[in-house]
């Protein structure tokens, strides 16, 4: 099945080198070339003394393996077994928000989707398919008890979401992904049109994480949940201007 796999991706490279030659520069033909001789085998896989960044993924195994993972053989061995995470956290991709880090969650507590901006789309089989799965996976499956979105400071998907419409740049996906937020955005024009813009962008973030918060109730099995008490959704908001962390939770209880 691998071998397929394998075979598959070169097809689809000689092909684009067939099919490209003419236009293509010498070094980016080169190094497809090259990537095809390493899947096919022809390159030796060991040897990671020219790749810095090969070192650096090695050694970071390495340091995992010796001081956590050897370390700990009855956590590992029931973690081999099963995952029990109690929370589904959707996160920002940005690599200062990295969730356990900040919120010192260990292996296994904290299923964990990342996107640009921490946004949860409305219910869209069609569209969404990859974090509807994450979503209905946690619910249905792992029986997540917490859904936390955790928005963050300095956020490069709401920053972009701030400058759209933009006609003098596009992207393929991201501009359509952020919009996701733009009712926050509209929320927070509309009522703080007073404010600087650096002011709106940090309200902005958070006012987005209320709104992915509300569009995680469009999925009928978090809705249900929700009802049922059995998922509490969260909000989180990392400020790393300051280091502080701030949450907030969905009150389903009706007030006395
Ligand atoms: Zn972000």
Redesign the pocket.
Known sequence: MAKHSAEVVIEGLKKILIKEKEGMDEEVQGKVEMFIAEFQGSMAASGHQHDPDAQTLERGFDFFKNKIFDKNPEFFEALAKKQQPRFLVIG???SR?NPPTILNFNLGEAFMSRN???MVPQFDQLRHAEIGSVIEYAVKHLEVTNILVMG?SH????ERLMELPDPTLTHDFLDEWVKIGLPAKNKVLEQCNHLGTEEQKRLVEKESVKNSMANLLTYPFVRNAVVNGTITLRGGYYNFDNGTFQQWKLCTKPMP
């Open positions: 920002c991709s940005d928000v640009i901006g921490n963050h956020c490069g998907g709401i």
